[in-house]
């Protein structure tokens, strides 16, 4: 159900752009700006409750402490990249990005189980389409937005890092091309749920597509973000806390509203453009980012957080046994 919520979100968003002209921007925007502090920013805020269950057993009382200056040097370290080193910065958070989005994205192909890499190639290829179609096909307006989220005097720094996502760009589109091609193939082989599940999966990813390649790449982001990614997030953060929505929703409000509060104080005070829609742009790159990469970090971690988690609990054990 919700990939067919999101196709028609899509659509409904393409005719909307249609009917309106690009004045209507600053509406949009921030309808878009409420969904992110609504859905978008939430997605992410529940992962102080999830790093206690990791951190505590091992750091004791201490843990909180730990984990939020870490996850704060974090931030702080990706809004100074954008200042110091833009380039690089735009590369490794637009590939992590898409490793990230990619874990969010259902399994569909029928890999073998083992084939590990050849599975993460396709994730990746699926989940940066929100990267790589802008980079393909509106490649100077991907250049004027990260132009203005970069201090002055980064332009060709700017133009070089765009240059190698579109190499990376095509050759991610291309992998992507045959695993739609391979899921096509399988839909006329497959039959009853399964057919009407990868059927309506191929429609969705080329109505993102379609988006992605036609619509300012900033809405086109923040609606597949808020939309898809973060909701699909919200469910499964919701399965492993074993909350209602309500009680999820309280218990993660006081982080959400700390992290609308930074990005807040940051737009005003340190991102703030002459213009509103510039100002918009920067908040969705600098600041989004900023909260995402400790986010999408402390995911990354998880196996190696787990194997600490199973060496402690076996020196605990080992120890327990000797008295």
Request: proline share 4%; aromatic share 12%.
């Amino acid at each position: 159900m919700h990939a067919a919520s999101i196709t028609l979100l899509v659509w409904a968003m393409i005719g909307a752009a249609c009917c309106f002209s690009s004045a209507a921007f600053f509406p949009v925007g921030a309808a878009l700006a409420l969904l992110v502090a609504l859905i978008g920013l939430p997605h992410g805020a529940g992962d102080h409750r999830l790093a206690r269950s990791r951190f505590e057993p091992i750091l004791g009382p201490g843990w909180w402490g730990v984990f939020l200056v870490g996850y704060l040097a974090i931030a702080v370290a990706v809004v100074l990249g954008w200042f110091v080193a833009p380039a690089a910065t735009i590369i490794l958070f637009f590939f992590a990005s898409a490793w990230h989005f990619g874990q969010e994205e259902p399994e569909l192909l029928p890999c073998p189980r083992d084939a590990k890499f050849l599975r993460l190639v396709f994730r990746v290829a699926r989940g940066g389409l929100v990267i790589w179609v802008p980079v393909v096909f509106q490649t100077d307006e991907v250049v004027r937005i990260l132009s203005l989220t970069a201090p002055r005097g980064f332009a060709s720094e700017i133009r070089w890092a765009v240059d190698v996502l579109v190499v990376c760009s095509w050759v991610m589109l291309s992998i992507e091309a045959v695993a739609v091609g391979w899921q096509a193939l399988s839909i006329i082989v497959s039959e009853g749920r399964r057919r009407r599940i990868l059927s309506l999966d191929v429609l969705m990813i080329a109505s993102l597509v379609t988006m992605f390649a036609w619509m300012n790449p900033v809405v086109g982001f923040l609606v597949y973000f808020c939309g898809w990614h973060s909701v699909r997030g919200l469910r499964r953060l919701r399965r492993e806390l074993g909350e209602s929505w309500w009680e999820m929703a309280i218990t993660l409000a006081p982080m959400t509203l700390l992290s609308v509060v930074l990005i807040g104080f940051a737009t005003f005070f340190v991102l703030q453009a002459s213009t509103w829609d510039d100002t918009l742009i920067r908040a969705t790159f600098v600041g989004l980012s900023s909260v995402a990469v400790p986010h999408m970090l402390f995911h990354a971690a998880d196996p190696v957080i787990d194997w600490g988690l199973r060496q402690h609990a076996g020196r605990t054990a080992g120890l327990g046994g000797g008295a």
